[in-house]
């Protein structure tokens, strides 16, 4: 009963990430971080940040570096299975970092954006609908990999070896 609701919970998520109908009301907030800048805190998708002056990082960072190419084969094999998750901060640097490596990864694989639900969160790390409770959300950027609504794995910032996207294959790779 429990799986069923957060299934059902997830697929709102993921419906929520569709760009919103005019006169909708939006899934995020604008506020300012402790520099002055525009910070975003809500269900978002790439599209806000490609678009946005105020978040030149992600295109600046997104054209440096090569995917790895053992997660592109890991996420093109098992891909179908799973879900993303990711929690980040439009203010982090390690976001900022690390949100255009994980896209160019999920570009060279195939993944669809659709199956990406990309939570912003302020800074304090508090996320909207309390998904930062819900899934225990200590540091950003964290990408949780999800097969039928159940988490199977993260990588929180650079992971433990330092090499995010090697460590998202790897996870990915294992799914039977």
Not at 12 to 27: I, Y
Not at 56 to 81: I, P
Request: aromatic content about 12%; glycine content about 8%; some cysteine.
């Amino acid at each position: 009963m429990i799986r069923s609701l957060f299934v059902v919970f997830l697929s709102v998520l993921l419906l929520s990430c569709a760009t919103s109908k005019q006169g909708a009301k939006p899934n995020y907030q604008v506020f300012t971080d402790t520099n002055g800048n525009k910070a975003l805190k809500g269900i978002i998708n790439r599209s806000f940040l490609v678009n946005d002056s105020s978040f030149q990082w992600f295109v600046e960072n997104g054209k440096y570096g090569e995917a790895d190419a053992s997660a592109v084969a890991a996420f093109q094999k098992n891909g179908s299975k799973i879900t993303l998750l990711v929690f980040f901060g439009t203010w982090c640097h390690d976001s900022h970092n690390l949100l255009p490596k994980f896209y160019r990864l999920m570009d060279k694989a195939g993944f669809p954006e659709s199956k990406i639900v990309l939570v912003a969160v302020d800074t304090r790390k508090v996320a909207v609908q309390q998904l930062h409770e819900k899934f225990h959300l200590k540091t950003v950027p964290t990408f949780i990999v999800l097969v039928n609504g159940k988490e199977i794995g993260r990588v929180e910032e650079y992971g433990k070896t330092g090499y995010m996207e090697k460590e998202l294959g790897e996870i990915v790779a294992a799914i039977q």
